[in-house]
């Protein structure tokens, strides 16, 4: 099966979704500043790290592909690094040619063939996994693309658009199978893992789980193990492995020298004082972790649950928040923002129903118990462990695939005059979500770059 190949039907959705993501990748570059395209020999973590804030995404791929430094933890995404490198050489010497840097070009076409796809795989999984008709599963794809963190991801220069772009192709590839009844190729589920966990470490988990539901009692032989899920793992930690000692312990070298050099330097009392005030606010904006160990200090027991899932889990993921509009937790953003309208709430309380009375009538569904443990893997590490709880709205593309999905599976389960109503609900709550979230997106990112709040 040639999943990337295009049918009749995907082509308009393609198309459709390509149009919308260039425009809004385009006002994204529009509104950088020059600075973000100077090349030359130049401080790239003054360029973008210090400018840049959107919502709590990082920018580290600007950097890396800029001038090859890393910045984020790559134990956690491993092959994320190799999917930038060949652009930095390309970046390298376009930029040695022109005096250009494009890496917030490049970027923008990673994101854009990367959300094109996940609309495909979507309305793939919802016409011939779920088996809805035509003019609803384009009415759920667009009330996918309308929530406000598959929306905001999908023009940022993080990893998580690409994340959710593989995880679909995932849900559309086993889908299949189950529907069909077949299993999983050893060698099909080696490389899906190989290259979710590669992206996002904790992705791993949910291919497993779906090997586990298309094949049954037979992930547990010794073959499938060995070469499905422990050879795509060893080839991980060989690759993280490399790029550790390879490029990571020089530049941390490197690093320890600038900041004994910056002890001299006149610039250390300012660059001090940015540290500590931003440390300060971090401090007192950031719960206490169950342990200091490695993984564990990640964790956080003591930020509200119950108001973090109105405000952020189900909150902020679905509709963008009003006050602090997109702003950083790192900097400026409270870790909770009430809306300022009652209907925001009533809108998020339809969804959570919504979704648990799909989940519940499509129970028997083997494929939707699958989505049902890859929603349970995102509780566990976000909401009782509490990994990345004070901005657990940027997850939001591992897991929000969800609604639309239990939406069609409530869809199918209805008569003919119920499932009419239930298509009208459908359309509302899909152009709210493209007028509410649209116009706060796109308004933010028509404003002066210099009124963004940025400390």
């Not at 890496?103 to 796809?117: D, E, N, P, Q, R």
């Not at 004082?273 to 206490?288: A, M, P, V």
């Not at 028997?364 to 890859?374: A, G, I, Q």
């Not at 939406?407 to 008569?415: E, V």
Request: aromatic share 14%; proline share 3%.
């Amino acid at each position: 099966m040639n999943v990337f190949k295009l049918n009749k039907e995907e082509r308009w959705i393609a198309l459709v979704g390509l149009l919308v993501l260039v425009s809004l990748n385009w006002m994204q570059i529009h509104q950088y500043p020059s600075m973000y395209t100077q090349g030359g020999n130049l401080g790239f973590w003054s360029v973008f790290a210090k400018n840049y804030r959107m919502s709590g995404y990082d920018c580290w791929s600007y950097i890396t592909i800029s001038n090859l430094r890393i910045y984020y933890e790559t134990a956690r995404h491993p092959l994320y690094f190799s999917l930038l490198y060949p652009m930095y050489w390309l970046n390298h010497w376009l930029m040695y040619q022109t005096g250009t840097n494009f890496a917030i070009y490049f970027m923008a076409v990673i994101l854009t063939i990367c959300s094109v796809y996940t609309f495909v795989f979507l309305y793939r999984v919802l016409r011939s996994v779920m088996g809805i008709a035509l003019v609803d599963a384009v009415i759920l794809v667009t009330m996918f693309f309308g929530f406000a963190h598959v929306m905001v991801p999908m023009i940022v220069p993080d990893h998580f658009a690409i994340s959710m772009f593989l995880l679909t192709m995932t849900l559309a590839i086993v889908g299949t199978k189950i529907k069909k009844g077949t299993q999983m190729g050893t060698w099909q589920t080696s490389l899906l893992l190989f290259l979710t966990s590669g992206i996002t470490l904790t992705n791993g988990a949910k291919t497993i789980l779906a090997a586990l539901f298309a094949n049954g009692k037979k992930v547990l032989s010794v073959k499938f193990i060995s070469l499905s899920v422990l050879l795509p793992l060893i080839l991980l930690a060989g690759i993280y492995w490399y790029q550790y000692n390879e490029f990571e312990v020089p530049q941390k070298q490197a690093a320890r020298k600038i900041e004994r050099n910056m002890k001299t330097n006149k610039d250390a009392a300012t660059h001090k004082k940015f540290i500590d005030s931003r440390n300060k606010w971090l401090r007192e904006h950031t719960g206490k972790p169950m342990s200091q160990a490695p993984l564990l200090k990640m964790t956080d027991v003591t930020t509200p649950r119950t108001e973090t899932v109105v405000e952020n889990f189900f909150g902020e993921s679905i509709q963008l928040h009003q006050g602090h509009l997109l702003e950083d937790v790192s900097f400026t953003r409270p870790v909770f923002v009430k809306y300022q309208h009652a209907f925001n709430y009533v809108v998020e309380a339809l969804f959570v129903l919504l979704l648990f009375i799909g989940l519940l009538v499509g129970r028997r569904s083997k494929f939707l118990c699958m989505c049902m443990s890859w929603f349970a893997v995102d509780i566990v590490l976000h909401l009782v462990l509490g990994f990345g709880i004070n901005e657990v709205y940027i997850m939001a593309a591992d897991w929000i695939f969800i609604i639309p999905i239990a939406f069609a599976a409530l869809m199918t389960n209805l008569r003919d005059q119920p499932r009419l109503i239930m298509r009208i609900v459908n359309v509302c709550l899909a152009l709210y979500l493209l007028v509410w979230n649209g116009s706060l997106l796109v308004g933010h990112l028509l404003m002066p770059f210099d009124d963004i709040v940025k400390f």
